[in-house]
T-cell receptor
Framework: GAGVSQSPRYKVAKRGQDVALRCDPI?????LFWYQQALGQGPEFLTY????????KSGLPSDRFFAERPEGSVSTLKIQRTQQEDSAVYLC???????????FGDGTRLSIL | ELKVEQNPLFLSMQEGKNYTIYCNYS?????LYWYRQDPGKSLESLFV???NGAVKQEGRLMASLDTKARLSTLHITAAVHDLSATYFC??????????WGAGTKLIIKP
């Protein structure tokens, strides 16, 4: 069965460039989450959607980070004017509801040179 | 503010041995999750623990929850090499956010 799909799997960008990361959740999953995971650490919450509504964006580290889910399915995380400290794995997860176990994609490994 | 601490952060053990990973959390969390992550791979849900005294088992892994002590444990019985991975626990705060421990990297040697 189809799981959470993220693309690209790897992204290398030069400092200052804009990047866009895509997440295709499991069909029918209402809740969608974005996390940032640094090497050797647990995931850090970035933002949460319920359908198309962004209910919580308190984890976004700066106004350079922007996420959207316009039709309540696919979501895009955009990072503008990337910095080296943005280098990390970005994980997307979806669930049937906010309290249900989250199903994770394989992540996008972002490297900023 | 919910904080989650795991220990140990690194564990190397022999096949066939038993061991326990501990997960302490600082404030009330209405549920506790355990996940597994293989290198370069996604996070796989193992257990969701909802109530005090909850115990769940899958194969050689058993998870339990003590809400009074704010402690969850993941017990490994007769470890096998295939269980080598990083194990994370996470609590859920009042804003639906999952707050994660730093992970326990488990290496099981033949």
């Amino acid at each position: 069965g189809a799981g959470v799909s993220q693309s690209p799997r790897y992204k290398v960008a030069k400092r200052g460039q804009d990047v866009a990361l895509r997440c295709d959740p499991i069909s029918g999953h209402v809740s969608l989450f974005w996390y940032q995971q640094a090497l050797g650490q647990g995931p850090e919450f970035l933002t949460y959607f319920q359908n198309e509504a962004q209910l919580d964006k308190s984890g976004l580290p700066s106004d350079r980070f922007f996420a959207e889910r316009p039709e309540g399915s696919v979501s895009t995380l955009k990072i503008q004017r990337t910095q080296q400290e943005d280098s990390a794995v970005y994980l997307c997860a979806s669930s049937l509801a906010g309290y249900q176990p989250q199903h994770f994609g394989d992540g996008t490994r972002l490297s900023i040179l | 503010e919910l904080k989650v601490e795991q220990n140990p952060l690194f564990l190397s053990m022999q096949e066939g041995k038993n061991y326990t990973i501990y997960c302490n959390y600082s404030t009330t969390s209405d549920r506790l999750y355990w996940y597994r992550q293989d290198p370069g791979k996604s996070l796989e849900s193992l257990f969701v623990l909802l109530s005090n005294g909850a115990v769940k088992q899958e194969g050689r892994l058993m998870a339990s929850l003590d809400t009074k002590a704010r402690l969850s444990t993941l017990h490994i019985t007769a470890a096998v090499h295939d269980l080598s991975a990083t194990y994370f626990c996470a609590g859920r705060d009042s804003n639906y956010q999952l707050i994660w421990g730093a992970g326990t990297k488990l290496i099981i040697k033949p």
